[in-house]
């Protein structure tokens, strides 16, 4: 897409978009509440008309050209968008019978624990079951383009891993997957490409390990750690910063739950400790580790509700 604008009641909600995503690649959309992804991929998906620039899905227009895409593209939408009163594996054999050569049934309902709850109807299903049915609806067509909107919202441990592990046998095989999720460790996990959404725009865009990119020479990382709610992030701040007056961004992303991002090395976190051992403050954990996706995020978009 390229200056994709759309607007509700005269504001724009999304703004001059350029966003691309390639085939057998897994291509993320991130974004917080209201940012304008899902109008973004909606546009894609021709359930939105755009308002201004061009968006092309394998070359076509997809409010246009809806009926020769159909067949090609696949979608999962947040809401399933699934008959409530039908019974699950009956829902998703109808939806087989529309495609020329569509997957193996069995196969496919083996791989996501569908015949567990297949003579259950829609409206009885747990969310976790609603998104693996309405994942398995939407790639059984075999399609070219995937539209993914939160797959495993609400799975169990052992069903996300097997969404996982789909999604990236789709890359595989050559399939355009979309993927727009609220988990930035399953962004982080799967995505080949990472584009950044905020106020109807894109504000960055890279591979992972582009956007975790960092000095080298700062060395910056995180220390994670748990304590007691409500410590003086700045004076805790400064007494990271050691001698040298290295800056630290201490949050406090929940009650008691801490992140510090700064050159750690031995040294910060001996500081770290003296300085919680000083206020009389036990932590419950403290681990060192890199930058993850979600700190990009928060940096990027700020940390405050919306």
């Known amino acids: 897409m390229r200056g994709l604008v759309k607007r509700y009641g005269g504001r724009a909600v999304v703004d001059g978009l350029d966003l691309e995503a390639r085939a057998g690649a897994v291509t993320a959309v991130l974004g917080p509440n209201g940012a304008g ?3 973004t991929v909606e546009c894609c998906e021709g359930l939105r008309t755009p308002d201004a620039g061009a968006v092309r899905v394998l070359g076509l227009d997809p409010v246009t050209d809806a009926r ?7 979608v999962m939408l947040q809401d399933g968008g699934l008959p409530t009163g039908a019974r699950a594996g009956e829902m998703l054999r109808h ?3 529309m495609y ?4 193996d049934l069995g196969a496919l309902s083996e791989r996501l624990g569908l015949d567990s709850f297949a003579r259950t109807t829609v409206r009885r299903l747990s969310g976790g079951q609603r998104q693996r049915l309405a994942l398995a609806a939407a790639v059984v067509g075999r399609p ?14 052992q069903s996300r891993l097997a969404v996982w592990d789909l999604v990236r046998e789709l890359r595989d095989d050559g399939v355009a997957v979309v993927l727009t999720t ?3 460790d399953e962004a982080e996990d799967l995505a080949d490409h990472v584009h950044v959404v905020d106020h109807g725009r894109v504000i960055a865009s890279g591979t992972v390990r582009e956007l975790l990119a960092v000095d080298e020479g700062a060395r910056e990382r995180t220390v994670r750690f748990d304590a007691a709610p409500g410590l003086d992030r700045a004076a ?3 007494a990271l910063g050691g001698d040298g007056g290295d800056g630290w961004a201490i949050t406090e992303r929940e009650p008691g739950s801490y992140v510090a991002s700064g050159p ?3 040294r910060a976190v001996a500081r770290l400790a003296a300085w919680l051992a000083d206020a009389d403050v036990l932590a419950s954990r403290i681990t060192v580790g890199r930058r993850t996706l979600e700190d990009v995020f928060l940096d990027l978009t700020g940390r405050h509700l919306r």
């Open 182 to 184: 609220h988990l930035m």
């Open 37 to 39: 992804k899902t109008t």
């Open 264 to 266: 750690a090395d031995p």
């Open 68 to 74: 020769t895409l159909r067949p090609r593209v696949g």
């Open 236 to 238: 805790l701040s400064a």
């Open 100 to 103: 020329a050569a569509p997957r």
């Open 144 to 157: 070219e383009v995937v539209f993914l909107d939160e797959p495993s919202a609400g799975m169990d441990p």
């Open 95 to 97: 939806v087989a019978a």
